[in-house]
Nanobody
């Protein structure tokens, strides 16, 4: 069982930056693929970014490519999402997710993940 706790959300003006963090409770979480998803009111949960357990492979949603960067620190059981050039349409609740993998794979579908954090609100004002 892995518990995930997100932090770093908040209110920022358009064009600004935020850095989200996700702390995992399992010391073996280095063997988990990790991802970030977001959900705006009335919309489906969308893929944002993901990384393999090694950190050597990453993937991004089309709307955040070139602006967001996912990274992980396996020694600290954390994964980060650096968000730059934020836009009002980035406003959503952001969720961290994890799934144990035996190969260093990237998972981009929400259904691939079986552990989720509680979410952190990101609001971008225009």
């Amino acid at each position: 069982q892995v518990q995930l706790v997100e932090s770093g959300g908040g209110l920022v003006q358009a064009g600004g930056s935020l850095r989200l963090s996700c702390a995992a409770s399992d010391r073996t979480s280095s063997r988990y693929a990790m991802g970030w998803f977001r959900q705006a009111p009335g919309k489906e949960r969308d893929f944002v970014a993901a990384t393999s357990w090694s950190g050597g492979s990453t993937s991004y949603g089309d709307s955040v490519k070139g602006r967001f960067t996912i990274s992980r620190d396996n020694a600290k059981n954390t994964v980060h999402l650096q968000m730059n050039s934020l836009k009002p349409e980035d406003t959503a609740v952001y969720y961290c997710a994890a799934v144990r993998t035996y190969l260093s794979l990237v998972k981009t579908a929400a259904n691939d993940y079986n552990y989720w954090g509680q979410g952190t609100q990101v609001t971008v004002s225009s």
